[in-house]
């Protein structure tokens, strides 16, 4: 079931290691099928060196094993939830990739401070609140995910054009049309928060760039008239 999907998916997680987002199992990555409503993600806890194509695990979206022999990651979810909220979003992945995650446990969105950040996110990344301890102790990740979806309806988001979110004293989740697309964007918010760190370090007092800046990258890359690369 879903064999083709399967490899993509594992693909996409080993690439959290190649692009150094994770260490030993810390992070998971998972594409929906729209037109069965299935999910496949990684399974919990199995390491990268050891997994294979046949390890991914497959879910219905309300949690239920379909197909696979391991437990699908604990963070499934989350990743539920934001299948369900956001219809197009097609791949979802999490880390707690160094730099991004400081700023999640920060309890801090990152600003948008250049260009670099203005060619992948149209404003801030975002960090949503902490969870209660009643949601904690009840269907925590479930809630993880709710509280992100939360702040994307409260700050009126696109998660198309703001492709990834942080999540106060845990990590990121990133969005994408795909698997791959949703890697890639894991991949920026760390380069981001890098940037923005060193940014803060360079200068205490620095404030965003200008939003005309923001509308000039974002849109050139994005927009309607968007000009950034080769015609299709």
């Known amino acids: 079931m879903l064999e083709a999907l399967k490899e993509k998916v594992w693909k996409a997680n080993l690439d959290l290691v190649k692009h150094h987002l994770v ?8 594409e929906i099928d729209r037109a069965s409503k299935l ?5 919990s806890g199995v390491s990268y060196d050891e997994m294979r194509p046949e390890d991914m695990v497959v879910v219905d979206l309300n949690g239920n094993v379909v197909e696979g022999e391991l437990r699908p990651s604990s963070d499934t979810p989350t990743h539920i939830e934001f299948y369900k909220a956001f219809p197009h979003v097609g791949g979802v992945t999490h880390t707690h990739s160094t730099y991004a995650t400081a700023w999640a446990q920060a309890g801090r969105s ?9 060619d992948y996110f149209y404003g801030d990344i975002p960090c949503a609140r902490s969870l209660t301890q009643a ?7 479930k809630n993880t995910g709710l509280a992100i979806i939360e702040k ?5 988001l696109n998660p198309l054009e703001v492709p990834g979110v ?22 920026v918010i760390e380069e981001v928060a890098k940037m923005a760190t060193i940014t803060e370090q360079v200068n205490p ?11 000039k990258h974002y849109q050139r890359k994005h927009g309607k008239n968007a000009y950034y690369g080769q015609k299709k």
Do not use: C, Q
């Open 23 to 30: 260490l030993f199992t810390w992070g998971n990555v998972s």
């Open 39 to 43: 999910v496949v993600i990684k399974p």
């Open 110 to 118: 990152i600003p948008f401070y250049g260009t670099t950040h203005a």
């Open 135 to 141: 949601e904690i102790e009840g269907e925590y990740e």
């Open 152 to 156: 994307f309806h409260e700050d009126k």
């Open 166 to 187: 942080l999540i106060k004293s845990h990590g990121v989740f990133a969005f994408g049309k795909d698997s791959d697309a949703s890697v890639y964007n894991a991949t």
């Open 205 to 215: 007092t620095v404030v965003r760039a200008d939003k005309f800046m923001l509308e």
